[in-house]
């Protein structure tokens, strides 16, 4: 028992520091930015491509996804009879991207690790979030709202999909998935704000928007 509570510890930690390397804001510091002193602000890859452009901000974007496959896919790969393994290391990997030590403990939105992190535990539920994000984004042309929503569909996805695939229901995934989208849903409540407000901006707009 007390190996077994070290291996968590250690996975959690480990997952953390590596969720917590803020990619895109070490991005736009080689373009010559401080995206806390930017556009929205946000230390993500949406800010990144909007004040660096698509040769920054699409390799921050990959590099968050990373931060959320890698450690889960290590925990799944080192502790196979552990199941709580990669649960955890998502977790942990989400929560670095969105509270960074490294920046004063604010970062990014966490949609982009969170969607890595989903990838390597249950790819179904990217494709569904995904889908839903695509539709939603281009009916509104508000990616908060298409991220926001996607965190949403992760959500409910999570109790239909045992239900149609006829696998048992794992109570404890569908607890982190509502954590993980609670805590997107937190970090873009800036975003909600201005969405109700009408002042959040659009893709290819130049107002302000989250990262």
Not at 69 to 85: G, Y
Not at 137 to 165: C, K, Q
């Amino acid at each position: 028992m007390e190996m077994k509570v070290l291996i968590y510890v250690g996975i959690v930690a480990a997952s953390f520091l590596i969720g917590a390397l803020p990619f895109s804001w070490f991005l736009g510091r080689m373009a010559g930015i401080d995206l806390r002193r930017v556009g929205s602000g946000n230390p993500g890859a949406t800010n990144l491509y909007r004040a660096a452009g698509a040769r920054w901000g699409i390799p921050g974007f990959l590099l968050d996804v990373a931060k959320g496959v890698t450690p889960v896919a290590a925990a799944q790969w080192l502790f196979p009879h552990l199941a709580a393994a990669g649960i955890l290391a998502a977790a942990a990997a989400i929560s670095g991207h969105i509270w960074t030590p490294f920046l004063g403990f604010r970062g990014g939105k966490g949609v982009a690790t969170a969607a890595g992190a989903f990838l390597a535990l249950e790819p179904l539920l990217i494709l569904i979030a995904f889908a839903v994000f695509l539709v939603v984004v281009a009916a509104t042309r508000y990616v908060s709202l298409g991220s926001l929503s996607a965190a949403v569909a992760v959500f409910v996805a999570s109790f239909a999909l045992p239900l149609v695939s006829r696998r048992p229901v794992d109570p404890y995934f569908i607890v982190f998935c509502g954590v993980c989208s609670a805590a997107i849903v937190y970090a873009h409540r800036r975003n909600i704000s201005r969405l109700l407000a009408g002042t959040e901006s659009k893709l290819g707009g130049r107002k302000k928007d989250g990262g």
